[in-house]
């Protein structure tokens, strides 16, 4: 394979993955009306691992026990997912609690602090939802972009000069 197909192939790929990692993160939660959030510990593990994106769907259903529900801590400095272990009607609250932890969290969780119901999750991407990472991400798709257009620019010229060249 010609050395400039090779590199146009690697391009197509490149940018084929970025594609999807665009999809699975901006165009699928709009269409659907989810958003993403991080997990930022283990204590729902196995079913959702710290570092991974949960998509949260709004609550348009009655919460029950067991259900999972996403919900704002410390006055939304901190998003937690957990199960739930009772429904407190009087109240508008839930005690829960993680999969991977022996006890109950502290607290009641309000009503008022209810963000949804975990729809899906994908492992280990969220890290992209972190926004150091999300302009470096910008930055270095930019810089990509100029790199990948000045090769292909300076291949196309050398192949080129190739045809150009006297035949001996």
């Known amino acids: 394979m010609p050395r400039n197909k090779k590199i146009t192939f690697v391009y197509a790929v490149l940018i084929f993955c970025l594609f999807l990692l665009a999809i699975l993160t901006i165009v699928i939660p709009k269409v659907l009306n989810v958003t993403p959030y991080v997990i930022s510990d283990n204590k729902m593990a196995p079913g959702y691992r710290k570092g991974g994106l949960v998509f949260v769907k709004d609550v348009s259903e009655p919460i029950h026990v067991g259900n999972t529900i996403t919900y704002y801590e410390n006055q939304g ?74 090769s292909t620019l300076f291949f196309q010229t050398e192949i080129r000069q190739k045809f150009r060249q006297p035949i001996d």
């Open 77 to 150: 400095k901190t998003i937690k997912t957990r199960r739930v272990l009772a429904v407190d009607n009087k109240i508008d609250g839930y005690f829960v609690k993680g999969d991977n932890s022996d006890k109950a969290e502290m607290g009641l969780v309000h009503e008022r602090n209810l963000i949804g119901r975990p729809y899906f999750y994908l492992p280990y991407i969220g890290f992209l939802a972190n926004t150091k990472v999300m302009n470096i991400l910008k930055i270095g798709l930019f810089v990509g972009a100029i790199l990948m257009t000045l």
